[in-house]
């Protein structure tokens, strides 16, 4: 499961973690395409696709004549309200932890229709971005984590992310990292839309969240984007009984 992260992620990766560390602030500039270039080993050509990337996610800014500049917007601080229940969960003095169900790698020949729909893969594919008729590549990382509240199974997250924009997520442990929380801080979210319905557990979230099957739940479902496509997909299932969405107008 584990491959080589491209050389232009690294560098994407390495101007994130310095932006976020604070030694890169808003409005300054940073290391040259030259400089990064002797930095990583790698072409000023590799250097201008990390940097075009981050530029088209708003994270840098392009100056022709001037350099890079880190964008003025907070970047770091998602445009989508995403709720993050491990720190929900902690705010309300409740315990909480997470343990992973399963985690794979998703080609395009195990794609369903739903999933296909929500990443655009066939349209994608279409453009020459991705190459569908390579039936080892990586097209989504499918994870399954059981949150829970006190000991008490609460919610049952079901998500699934394009390979291509975070090659490094399936590598997490995501028994200690929240997954909403390493997406923000990977990669800006643009905007997002989200549906809540009320559905009878099947039987296999059931077993998960301990209720009897069928027993009412509420589900999340919610897509994000960043740079003008879907990053993540996720369906959140939360057992009827305990567990409530409220909020403020």
């Not at 097209?139 to 390979?163: C, M």
């Not at 009412?216 to 960043?226: A, E, K």
């Amino acid at each position: 499961m584990t491959k080589q992260v491209p050389a232009y992620q690294r560098i994407k990766n390495a101007i994130l973690d310095n932006i976020h560390s604070g030694k890169w602030q808003a409005g300054e500039a940073i290391s040259t395409e030259m400089a990064l270039a002797e930095e990583f080993g790698v072409s000023r050509m590799t250097v201008n696709r990390a940097l075009k990337e981050l530029s088209e996610e708003r994270v840098l800014e392009r100056r022709q004549g001037s350099g890079t500049f880190v964008a003025q917007q907070q970047f770091n601080h998602t445009f989508v309200e995403v709720r993050n229940i491990a720190q929900d969960l902690k705010s309300a003095n409740r315990d909480y932890q997470a343990q992973v169900v399963s985690k794979r790698v998703i080609t395009a020949s195990m794609l369903d229709d739903e999933l296909r729909r929500k990443f655009a893969i066939d349209s994608v594919a279409t453009t020459g971005e991705r190459s569908a008729a390579d039936s080892s590549a990586a097209v989504l990382y499918e994870v399954k984590i059981i949150h829970f509240a006190d000991t008490q199974p609460i919610q049952f997250e079901e998500r699934w992310v394009d390979a291509q924009k975070l090659p490094e997520f399936i590598e997490q442990d995501f028994s200690i990292i929240n997954t909403s929380e390493y997406l923000i801080a990977k990669s800006p979210l643009e905007r997002g839309s989200y549906t809540i319905q009320a559905l009878a557990a099947p039987d296999e979230i059931a077993a998960l969240l301990q209720i009897a099957p069928q027993s009412p739940t509420l589900v999340l479902s919610r897509q994000t984007y960043s740079a003008g496509k879907v990053l993540t997909f996720v369906k959140m299932w939360h057992a009827g009984e305990r567990y409530q969405f409220s909020g403020e107008l």
